[in-house]
């Protein structure tokens, strides 16, 4: 029952069906939906393609999902969808997103309160790994028009004067970081240079970028202290790469 829910709510997507979609949430997701649409647009508007993943919700596949787990009155349920791997730079990727379903007075309903919640672990994770974006974006940009790797903090500005950075530090960032500090580091004889930054819920996180040609690997949770030449334990594919 729980993945037939998730599947009307990806077919209402679909055929546009803006009010089914918002009646499948739960009480407490459309009451954080209300007050984050507030005076800037309706709900049906606003979340009829709406989801926490980095894709639209009509671009989930329906034929892919399966049920991961349900405990009681909570059931997480995954399905996947394809995406442009960084702005399609590395063409097209598959990957899975699991949702919470709640249920609630006799039926499943898809719960997003942890997405919608300003003050979640995940929104704090989430607004610290789009800061790491923007230092790898431009980071990226400052090597394709130098051809070197850089530290420099007012060089990393300059490649994005559009985007307010905050202060930018020298070095590894650790758990008593400032939370949303990015740190730059250099690698052994300027082979890589690491980003890395605590978030706000206290998430360490590191990617590591290695000459221009070469794959850009991640990690959180618990990182290196220091930038050396070994790749990380993910591939780093921008956006679509997160905190889990």
Same mark, same amino acid.
């Given at each position: 029952?729980?993945?037939?829910?998730?599947?009307?709510?990806?077919?209402?997507?679909?055929?546009?069906?803006? /009010?089914?979609?918002?009646?499948?949430?739960?009480?407490?997701?459309?009451?954080?939906? %209300?007050?984050?649409?507030? #005076?800037?647009?309706?709900?049906?508007?606003?979340?009829?393609?709406?989801?926490?993943?980095?894709?639209?919700?009509?671009?989930?596949?329906? &034929?892919?999902? $399966?049920?991961?787990?349900?405990? !009681?009155?909570?059931?997480? %349920?995954? +399905?996947?969808?394809?995406?442009?791997?960084?702005? !399609?730079?590395? !063409?097209?990727?598959?990957?899975?997103?699991?949702?919470?379903?709640?249920?609630?007075?006799?039926?499943?309903?898809?719960?997003?309160?942890?997405?919608?919640?300003?003050? *979640?672990?995940?929104?704090?994770? =989430?607004?610290?790994?789009?800061? %790491?974006?923007?230092?790898?974006? /431009?980071? $990226?940009?400052?090597?394709?028009?130098?051809?070197?790797?850089?530290? &420099?903090?007012?060089? @990393? $500005? /300059?490649?994005?004067?559009?985007?307010?950075?905050?202060?930018?530090?020298? #070095?590894? /960032?650790?758990? +008593? +970081?400032?939370? &949303?500090?990015?740190?730059?580091?250099?690698?052994?004889?300027?082979?890589?240079?690491?980003?890395?930054?605590?978030?706000?819920? #206290?998430?360490?996180?590191?990617?590591?970028?290695?000459?221009?040609?070469?794959?850009?690997?991640?990690?959180? #949770?618990?990182?290196?202290? +220091?930038?050396?030449?070994?790749?990380?334990? =993910?591939?780093?594919?921008? *956006?679509? *790469?997160? @905190?889990?």
């Amino acid at each position: 029952m729980p993945a037939r829910v998730l599947r009307d709510y990806i077919d209402a997507a679909r055929r546009r069906d803006c /009010a089914a979609v918002v009646a499948a949430l739960s009480a407490r997701s459309r009451e954080l939906a %209300v007050a984050a649409v507030a #005076g800037r647009s309706t709900l049906e508007r606003t979340f009829c393609d709406y989801t926490p993943a980095p894709a639209k919700l009509p671009d989930f596949e329906t &034929n892919r999902i $399966r049920v991961e787990r349900v405990s !009681g009155a909570t059931a997480l %349920v995954s +399905a996947s969808y394809t995406y442009d791997r960084f702005f !399609g730079f590395f !063409g097209r990727g598959r990957s899975r997103y699991t949702y919470v379903l709640s249920f609630e007075k006799g039926t499943w309903r898809v719960d997003l309160t942890e997405s919608l919640d300003p003050e *979640s672990r995940s929104n704090r994770d =989430r607004r610290a790994m789009f800061l %790491v974006q923007q230092m790898y974006s /431009a980071l $990226r940009s400052h090597v394709r028009s130098s051809g070197i790797l850089t530290d &420099n903090a007012a060089a @990393i $500005r /300059a490649q994005m004067p559009g985007f307010q950075f905050p202060e930018i530090r020298s #070095g590894v /960032a650790d758990s +008593a +970081a400032p939370p &949303n500090t990015p740190y730059v580091a250099l690698g052994p004889a300027s082979a890589c240079i690491c980003i890395s930054l605590r978030s706000a819920s #206290g998430t360490l996180v590191m990617v590591k970028l290695p000459p221009e040609g070469s794959q850009a690997t991640y990690q959180y #949770g618990r990182i290196p202290s +220091a930038c050396d030449d070994q790749p990380l334990a =993910r591939s780093y594919h921008g *956006s679509t *790469s997160g @905190i889990r």
